[in-house]
DNA sequence: TACCTTTTGTGAAGGTTTTCACAAACTCGT
DNA sequence: ACGAGTTTGTGAAAACCTTCACAAAAGGTA
């Protein structure tokens, strides 16, 4: 909105934008402070400031990339990360045949270099794109030397303790979820909804 | 539980194992009907085979992969589609350098074919793995070829008419609550939560 | 068969989230 | 400076979801 020239916008119209509700948008918006001017609606540029402080994203995350096999190297040349505050600083793998190289001047390491990097570089989050039943093993590895959180692309349930955040993306699962909205005839109660704003 | 030989089993256990509480699966499984047998829980075979029809996976899914670059042949190489019952029949690109080209014996083929292809393989799902600025037009093409469900993986906001299933998946979204989640200071609504199980 | 144990299926209670609706606060044009 | 027109922030109502708790139904045992 900031890039379409726009200084300020309404409730009805991020709703609208994101897919819900005028009121949803006020209501989630006031359990942080209040953000608006009424008659008038939000300042886009401070708006988005102040959401990127609540979200935390005003900084930088470095990130670690565990797994250097195709998934792995997708989502390294994936730009979308970088391009949204998140930069994977470092990959590290098992294979002696990948450790040594580099891809785009980022080295890969060993995995028993997970302690020193991550201290080091001071990263707190990493990306575990290792076959499942790896999975919980290098979780271990990494919440032991501090890691606080995991976004886990292996289908794996993994165990971690409180105090660290999961994050799991399973995309058999997703099309799982697709396989049962196309199944659903008639009305079955959970069917994928695409919501409309209406406020008077 | 099948592979491990249990041939029963109780909604304690089944809660455990997916990280929610008796109660709740035994609710949930009553929306579509009686499962159990009060003293003794749920026949494991029988319980899966119905869970199966239930969400519509007692079929195999043929899937169109739409977008041959790094995250297409990432997804293509994923062997947890395939064993989940996904399989990918078809590929289609613009990129002329790529179209021709074969994966695995799976020829890519030109996104102008999109609507002789889907009628002759009769698929109902695609996998999209493009650059955003393109997604829509591609989405528009598909939904207007047949497609009734889309699995989304460009960061970008997809309007589909009524009876799409449409799944996004963006991955720096998922950092992007990890990063809230780690901001989180003091207790703030919306922390993640890690339940176990408890009941008498 | 009778009784004890286990575990489901489910109303009711409790809790959370979303929507409604409106006073208060602001802008803008005159 | 004023009045008409917007739009927020928010209590209250409605809708939705989860947990509780227990009768009913089964298995096992003697």
Redesign the interface.
Known sequence: MEEEGATTVSSRVLAQ???TTAAQVRKDLS?FGTFGTRGLGYEVRSLRERLRE????AQE?P?ALIGAG??G???F??P??R??G?EIVTILDRDPRKIGRSWDGVRIRSIDEVGEVIERLRI??A?VAVP?SEAQGVVDRLVGCGI????NLA?A?LR?P?GV???E?D??L??????????ARGTV?GE?R?DVTSDP
């Open positions: 934008r994101v897919g359990l609540i979200l935390g994203l995350w990130i195709r998934i190297s997708a989502l040349e994936y979308n990360l391009r949204r998140f707190k989050v990306l499942a606080r959180g995991i976004l289908p349930r971690v409180d955040t999961v994050n993306v995309l058999a997703e099309l799982e979820v697709i396989s049962y909205a196309l199944g109660p994928i695409q």
